[in-house]
């Protein structure tokens, strides 16, 4: 670890970066401030088997800790709402674990009826052939799409059909020291756009003690979903076939497009200035170091907003901004962040009814409100920002307005929709394991990219095959 700073390293400290990495941990206690509102919502579609007992279904999920506590209060609610449909709910591990197990309990005919997955697993959800469109549940039980955020419910519409339920949902965002700032003379409500501000403002930021630094300007974590951020932003495209949504997505298209060099280049420059520190793929280090005050910002996600307000503990006051984009173009912008609910099809009519109604219920204003309030997400239900509760808690929580107004300030095409392809947890882990050898020196940028899309190239190629296509 590049100039070492000695931490204690918390076992546990995030989620998964809200559905895009796959690891599984949690932060600090947050608080259970938040609506007691339950609803009714879509209960009239369920319907009790013969012998008057209720359905049951089995949801898999991959939250963890306090989050996980938030999301089990939630589904008690809704078992209690209503006598149709009885919902157990059981944590799975990671993304990658979840997925891994739902592929073998298909294979043996089990698995579970409603499955949260994250973003990057959608392709391979759609191909697999054991999810069924949620649009097709909606039309025939007139449930309006429309109430759906706009941003969550395009990037998991392919082919022109809704394919799961947005649940969890936010946006990378920089988390930045404002006391800082404002010591080191720069303005506090003003935090960079670009990277080259990053790199600008890091240098400004950071406090040497001797030859010692005792605060570093910036972090990032070498992580493949902040790598698909810069991609975005510069208005290129990850995959082919239109980021793989006009058409199936074939071979990698930032490596043609030079999206890729100018990551690994500008990633490798930023990461060797005196003024930032490089913790690798360890994203609670850079977590837990900005948190202490020892770094100044942390590009994160933004649903932590609560969690690291309480882990500063008012030492200083925390700022958020947008995500620093290489460049600022008119067609690029962020991606999101997040997961959603994959209606799974046993052959069993009862079954789906039940899952579909326990879907529309935690897409319900009342219940995304209530999820909102407790995690620090984006509601994925427009309406529920019309309640008094969630108006209230705008006010006092500028994490939420920073993400909303970052997401609706960017185009929604399909270059901020993000890629879908079937190797993207795949295509993630070897951008880490790349762009680790380049911090390190041991590949230069070029080599890099051309490493990495002969790595990505074979898999999809591979998956593409085994798929018939």
């Not at 008690?76 to 149709?84: G, I, L, P, R, T």
């Not at 074939?250 to 490596?255: I, P």
């Not at 009519?349 to 409100?369: C, I, L, N, R, T």
């Not at 993630?428 to 380049?438: I, W």
């Amino acid at each position: 670890m590049k100039k070492g700073i000695a931490l204690l390293i918390t076992v546990g400290l995030l989620l998964m970066i809200a559905a895009c990495s796959g690891n599984s941990a949690n932060v600090a206690n947050q608080s259970n401030t938040g609506s007691n509102t339950e609803t009714n919502a879509g209960t009239d579609t369920a319907e009790p088997v013969s012998d008057g007992k209720p359905t049951e279904i089995v949801f898999w999920n991959s939250f963890t800790g306090e989050i996980y506590k938030s999301l089990e209060e939630i589904v008690a609610d809704y078992n209690n709402s209503q006598d149709k449909v009885h919902v157990t709910s059981q944590f799975q591990g990671t993304y990658d674990e979840t997925l891994t197990k739902f592929k073998s309990s298909m294979a043996s005919g089990s698995g579970p009826d409603v499955l949260h997955m994250y973003e990057a697993g959608t392709r391979y959800m759609i191909d697999s052939g054991y999810a069924l469109p949620v649009e097709d549940f909606a039309k025939e039980s007139n449930f309006d799409l429309n109430q759906l955020n706009d941003m969550a419910r395009s990037y998991y519409t392919i082919d022109n059909k809704l394919w799961s339920m947005p649940f969890n949902y936010g946006q990378a965002l920089l988390f930045y020291n404002k006391t800082a700032f404002e010591e080191a003379g720069l303005d506090p409500n003003a935090p960079p756009r670009t990277y080259k501000e990053f790199a600008e403002y890091a240098d400004k930021l950071m406090i040497k003690d001797g030859d010692k630094v005792t605060r570093y300007g910036a972090t990032i974590a070498v992580y493949g979903w902040f790598m698909e951020q810069l991609i975005a932003g510069q208005g290129k495209f990850y995959v082919d076939s239109d980021n793989g949504r006009s058409g199936r997505a074939t071979g990698l298209d930032a490596d043609a497009n030079e999206a890729l060099l100018n990551v690994f280049t500008n990633w490798k420059a930023f990461t060797d200035k005196e003024s930032v520190v490089d913790f690798g793929k360890n994203l609670s280090s850079g977590y837990q170091s900005f948190t202490a005050g020892k770094i100044a910002m942390l590009p994160f996600v933004s649903g932590y907003y609560n969690y690291a307000k309480q882990a500063i503990n008012g030492a200083f006051e925390l700022g958020v901004g947008y995500f620093p984009m290489l460049e600022k173009t008119e067609k690029g912008g962020s991606l999101l962040a997040g997961a959603s609910f994959w209606l799974i099809d046993h052959k069993d009519e009862a079954k789906k009814k039940a899952s579909w109604d326990f879907m529309q219920y935690m897409a319900s204003p009342e219940v995304q409100a209530k999820w909102t309030l407790k995690t620090g997400d984006i509601a994925i239900n427009k309406k529920s920002y019309e309640l008094a509760e969630v108006k209230t808690y705008l006010e006092s929580n500028p994490a939420i307005q920073v993400a909303l107004e970052q997401e609706s300030a960017y185009p929604n095409n399909f270059y901020t929709q993000g890629a879908v392809f079937g190797v993207m947890p795949e295509a993630r882990l070897s951008f880490e394991e790349n762009m680790d050898a380049v911090i390190a020196g041991v590949q230069t940028p070029q080599q890099a990219v051309d490493k990495f899309s002969a790595q990505v190239g074979k898999s999809l190629k591979d998956y593409n095959t085994s798929m018939g296509k």
